[in-house]
């Protein structure tokens, strides 16, 4: 039961690098989302994907770009990683009123 | 602008003890959810409250939603070492989900 997997877990990038996030669901849910934590703020929301060739900006969506590849897959994507978006991102899929979250990736950006 | 505040933002106390966690808003919600994160891993969702007045109870955890649903509460009796976490309370709609900072509880033996 692998619920949502997220990869990689732990990614060191200098200033400018580039990367992307993989995120894969197996419960064939239609809705997933990236979001960001950081100390003192809570969860924000980057970007969602509402269903299967969809996707909305949330609340901090500048800096990164997505993919929904296919109903399991959604990437997040740096294309010039800052020192502010160092943080750690989870990926979470949606059924009914409930989110499954990953267990997160930290992003550390020098 | 974070629209739900949670209170405190860190609580320690003993086995055996009781708590109680807050979450304030300005803004009226549909529904509050709470969720539990551990160390290391992404956060689970405890209970979903949706009417004003609501008071749901999971085993030793009772969820209050507020009359005019701004505000919830969490109160933990008898809190064990494994209620150790940070517990984090979110609203509104799925593209705009706010979560609030979370209360980092700690529970020692």
């Known amino acids: 039961n692998a619920g949502v997997t997220q990869t990689p877990k732990f990614q060191v990038l200098k200033t400018g690098q580039s990367m992307t996030l993989q995120c894969a669901q197996d419960?064939?849910?239609?809705?997933m989302y990236w979001y960001r934590q950081d100390p003192g703020m809570g969860l924000r929301l980057i970007y969602y994907s509402a269903s299967e060739g969809t996707t909305d900006k949330g609340e901090v969506p500048n800096g990164y770009n997505v993919s929904r590849l296919n109903k399991r897959e959604f990437s997040l994507r740096l294309e010039s990683a800052a020192p502010s978006q160092t943080s750690v991102y989870f990926c979470?899929?949606?059924?009914?009123?409930?989110?499954?979250f990953g267990e997160g990736s930290r992003l550390t950006v020098l | 602008t974070q629209l739900l505040e949670q209170s405190p933002q860190f609580l320690s106390i003993q086995e055996g003890e009781n708590l109680t966690v807050y979450c304030n808003s300005s803004?009226?919600?549909?529904?509050l959810q709470w969720y539990r994160q551990e160390p290391g891993e992404g956060p689970v969702l405890l209970v979903t409250v949706v009417t004003g007045g609501e008071v749901k109870k999971l085993k030793r955890l009772t969820f209050q939603f507020g009359d005019a649903r701004k505000d919830s509460s969490l109160h933990i009796t008898a809190a064990q070492p494994g209620d150790t976490g940070l517990y984090l309370c979110?609203?509104?709609?799925?593209?705009?989900?706010?979560f609030g900072a979370g209360t980092q509880v700690v529970v020692t033996p």
């Open positions: 979110a609203g509104g709609s799925w593209g705009k989900l706010q």
């Open positions: 803004s009226v919600f549909s529904s």
């Open positions: 419960m064939n849910h239609n809705s």
């Open positions: 979470a899929s949606r059924e009914a009123g409930e989110l499954f």
